[in-house]
C-alpha cells in the first residue's frame, strides 16, 4: 500500500490534492470549539495547503506523512526556512508552526504526540484498504485525549471496490468511530464530475465514562 503511494507522488498523480483550503474546513472548524492555541494532528497529511490554513488560524500542526516527496513539496511551496532533526524513527522537517513528520503512522506513539489537543482527516481515512481503516481508527483513539475534537472529511463513490481514494459508507463511519468518538454529521455535497461524494462529520474523543 505504501509502495502505491511513493510511487503516485514521484509521477505526480496526486489528483486528490486541492490548491486551496477545503470549504467543509472553513466553514466548520470555528464550530468543533477549538482552542486557538491548540496543537491538530493531521495524520497522512501529504501536502495539503489545509495546514496552511490550521497554522493561519493560530494552530500548531503535526502533519504524518510517509512520502518524502509530498513533505519537500509542501516545505518548496512557501519562501520560509525550515528545520530538519529526528526523533524515534521519524524524520521531521519544521517550517514556521508546522512540523511534518516522515514516516509510517502506525508507528506514531502517544508520548510523542503529548500536546495534540485536536485532529483534522480530509483524505487519510479514504487513502486506507477496508483492512486497515478499523487499525487506523482504533491508532487515532489512541493518540487524542478524551474531549480532543476533530474534523473528518470523508468520501464515497459509485464503486464501493475501486481506490483509492476509497469509498467509505456512513455506516462503516459509525462503525469505525463510535466506540470511541462521539460523532456529528455535517453535511454531504453534491457528486462531482468523477461520481464522488463528500461528507464531513465532527468528532469528541469520549472519555471513560461518556
Known amino acids: 500500500m505504501t509502495g502505491q503511494w511513493l510511487k503516485r507522488w514521484r509521477e505526480g498523480r496526486i489528483g486528490f490534492h486541492r490548491a486551496t483550503p477545503h ?19 493531521v495524520p497522512l497529511c501529504g501536502k495539503s495547503v489545509d495546514m496552511r490554513w490550521l497554522a493561519d488560524a493560530g494552530h500548531p500542526v503535526l502533519g504524518v506523512e510517509f512520502a518524502p516527496d509530498a513533505i519537500e513539496q509542501f516545505v518548496a511551496g512557501r519562501d520560509q526556512g525550515v528545520l530538519r532533526y529526528g526523533q524515534a524513527g521519524f524524520d521531521i522537517v519544521r517550517q514556521g508552526s508546522i512540523e511534518l513528520w516522515q514516516g509510517d503512522f502506525f508507528h506514531l506513539h502517544i508520548r510523542q504526540v503529548a500536546e495534540i489537543a485536536a485532529f483534522y482527516d480530509r483524505a487519510s481515512l479514504i487513502a486506507l484498504p477496508r483492512p486497515t481503516r478499523q487499525r487506523y481508527a482504533f491508532h487515532l483513539a489512541q493518540l487524542v485525549p478524551p474531549g480532543a475534537c476533530g474534523l ?14 476509497y469509498s467509505v459508507s456512513h455506516a462503516e463511519i459509525e462503525q469505525l468511530f463510535s466506540p470511541n468518538f462521539r460523532l456529528t454529521f ?24 461518556n
Open 186 to 209: 455535517l453535511e454531504q455535497s453534491p457528486p462531482d464530475a468523477r461520481g464522488f461524494i463528500e461528507s464531513a462529520w465532527a468528532l469528541k474523543r469520549r472519555g471513560p465514562i
Open 23 to 41: 470549504p467543509a474546513l472553513v466553514r466548520y472548524w470555528a464550530t468543533l470549539g477549538v482552542p486557538r492555541a491548540a496543537k491538530v494532528l
Open 152 to 165: 473528518l472529511i470523508s468520501m464515497t463513490r459509485k464503486d464501493p471496490d475501486a481506490g483509492p481514494p
